[in-house]
């Protein structure tokens, strides 16, 4: 939030321990109507979208948030593409069922950039303890690497920048 406030959306008991997909929302309480009135407070009538998201019955973390990630990108040249449908459908798991691993996760990463047509594949600083560069630079792929230093932002801030 501009204030340097927080929401986050409550989750099911366990969800630690489950993959992003699978997380349950909770409804232990009226989180969505109170998420709300801290939007309209801080943004106005341009909150009235992701409101809309928000209080539709979304039972997984992943729904709501892929809802307010096309009302927040709306209008901008992004595009949204899902790691299961990339790197052949073997993105989903780096070590199969029977423990084999599939592939070595610097090369599959390296496979999916460029299954997007991407040259650059930006990391955060730890990527430097465990990233191979090696198959992004067979495919001419830059590896860059990134600190934020600042204040955290505020996807929702886009909406300010909405006309």
């Known amino acids: 939030m501009p204030d340097g406030s927080w929401l986050t959306v409550p989750v099911s008991s366990g969800a630690m321990h489950e993959q992003f997909n699978r997380v349950r929302i909770s ?34 973390l992943v729904g709501l948030n892929l809802a307010c990630l096309h009302v927040i990108l709306s209008g901008s040249a992004t595009s949204i593409h899902f790691q299961s449908h990339l790197d052949g459908g073997r993105a989903v798991t780096a070590i199969s069922e029977d423990r084999i691993e599939l592939a070595p996760i610097s090369a599959r990463l390296a ?40 204040p955290n932002p505020c996807a929702l801030e886009r909406l300010r920048q909405v006309v």
């Open 111 to 150: 496979l999916m950039v460029s299954e997007l047509g991407g040259d650059v594949y930006l990391s955060g600083p730890s990527g430097r303890r465990y990233l191979d560069e090696t198959p992004f630079h067979e495919l001419g792929i830059r590896v860059d690497y990134w600190e934020h230093t600042g």
């Open 27 to 60: 409804e232990h309480r009226d989180w969505r109507t109170d998420h709300c009135k801290t939007l309209r407070q801080h943004y106005g009538a341009r909150a009235e979208e992701i409101c809309d998201e928000i209080q539709r019955p979304y039972r997984l």
